[in-house]
Nanobody
């Protein structure tokens, strides 16, 4: 089992940047595919980005490609989401999640953090 705690959210102007962090408990962090999701008010939760166990593979939803970068440091049990060129439509609660499966398999995220609010003003 793993517990996840996000941080780094806040208020930023359009065009600005934020870096989200997600710290995981336990000694098995490197065994999990990690993902970032977001949920805006009145909308369903949506996938943002994912990273393989070693960090060698990444995946992004089209709307953030070229602006967001997911990375991880296994020795620190932390996954990051660097968000650049932020837009008001990026305003959401951002969640990190852990998937104990393999990168190529259908992803099922079993563990979730509590979320961190990102607000982008125009």
């Amino acid at each position: 089992q793993v517990q996840l705690v996000e941080s780094g959210g806040g208020l930023v102007q359009a065009g600005g940047s934020l870096r989200l962090s997600c710290a995981a408990s336990g000694r098995t962090f490197s065994r999990y595919v990690m993902g970032w999701f977001r949920q805006a008010p009145g909308k369903e939760r949506e996938f943002v980005a994912a990273i393989s166990r070693s960090g060698g593979y990444t995946d992004y939803t089209d709307s953030v490609k070229g602006r967001f970068t997911i990375s991880r440091t296994n020795i620190k049990n932390t996954v990051y989401l660097q968000m650049n060129s932020l837009k008001p439509v990026d305003t959401s609660v951002y969640y990190c999640a852990a998937d104990p499966g393999t990168w190529g398999a259908s992803r099922e995220y079993d563990y979730w953090g509590q979320g961190t609010q990102v607000t982008v003003s125009s």
